[in-house]
């Protein structure tokens, strides 16, 4: 375990005041905040040598081109990918899930295809599903979550038929901080066949995560909740569905070759990354991603281990608080009402006047909420800088909350 308020040090906002209060961050499940040491590289790189990637024959866009595409190898490492070139950059996790959407699923899926989805999935992980649908007839096969908010791996398995093309899983609830043992489901589906996607957008922020033991096909991650810059992100695609996979977008850097009368394609993974990337953003998520390993992500999740159960004991106390799908081993992330009273947004507020800051609202989780029979929660979602100080600065936020809303 690390020093909290060691590590506290290396990231500039967190000594900053709201409204006259400390700056207490629980909305890390929406985006975290960066250290110095991203906050730096992306200033060097502006101020010190920036210039096209891939492009130029020049000093300047060699030397760009190289700490860009040494990313690639940072993020394999990260997600321990048995190659570098199963990463393929993206702007987060969205682009991503797009990505394989257009690229992989729409050219192989037809009416009646099915895909399995749970019901606790991020819009990211419904919309371009939706979209087959809408266009090619593609049908969702909805798997809901048990009452403690864990998802039964047996059953997004039994949910799989002869017509399922994809299972489509989040590894975290950015809602619940349900964890799903997505090995089980990677197991159970290669077993039928299909292939799994796994949004990885909050299971890589809190533990270790290793593509060779899970051995899903597809896991977007987003570099804006992993310390680093917004813009950034990564997927890593498992070899044969690369080979697979068709581009999504066209344009300048994936092309081999264009003439007027066709195209040939650059080798994946560039083949699918079109356009100027976010150069500057992805060298930071780089600086973030050595920064979270040699923090050691082990750590991390020891840390938010210890939050957890520190918040679990003190939330007992709070016999008003409802925490929505508290199953055993869950990440950081609680999503609570008041019991007789007070909408989530005035929780909020009330919190944000004490320099509390938590997210309220459906949290992209439409499907969620209708499970739940909720319209909205407060959700505080820690991050590896929280300490147990300041659980207790939310909880009595919580109290005057309820004294004034219950
Ligand atoms: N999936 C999950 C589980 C998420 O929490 C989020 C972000 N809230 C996303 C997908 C979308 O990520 P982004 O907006 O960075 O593309």
Known sequence: MYDVNEVRKDFPILSREVHGKPLVYLDNGASAQKPQAVIDAVTRVYSDEYANVHRGLHYLSNLTTEHYEAVRGIVARFLNAAEEDEIVFTSGTT?????????????RMGEGDEIVLSVAEHHANIVPWHFLRERQGVKLVWVDTEPDGSLDPEKVIAAITPRTRLVAVTHVSNVLGTVVDVK??????????????????????????????????????TGHKLYGPSG?????????RMEEMRPFMGGGDMIREVTKEGVLYADPPMKFEAGTPGIVQTIGLGVALDYLMDLGMDNVAAHEAMIVSYARERFKELNWLNIQGDAPGKAAIFSMTIEGGGHAHDISTILDQKGIAVRAGHHC????MEHLG???TAR???????????????????????????
């Not at 589906?189 to 922020?205: E, I, R, T």
């Open 184 to 221: 089980r489901i990677t197991e159970g589906a290669h077993a039928a066949g299909v292939p799994v996607l796994v949004d990885g957008s909050q299971g890589a922020v809190h533990a270790p995560v290793d593509m060779q033991e899970i051995g899903c096909d597809f896991y977007p991650i």
């Open 95 to 107: 682009e991503a899930i797009n990505l394989v959407a257009y690229g992989w699923a729409a050219p």
């Open 380 to 406: 505080a979602s820690f991050g590896l800088y929280n300490t147990t100080e300041e659980v207790d600065k939310l909880v009595e936020g919580l109290e005057l909350a309820h004294r004034l809303l219950g």
């Open 365 to 368: 989780a439409h499907p969620l």
């Open 232 to 240: 950034s992100g990564a997927i890593y695609i498992r070899r044969e």
């Open 374 to 376: 909720l319209t909205a």
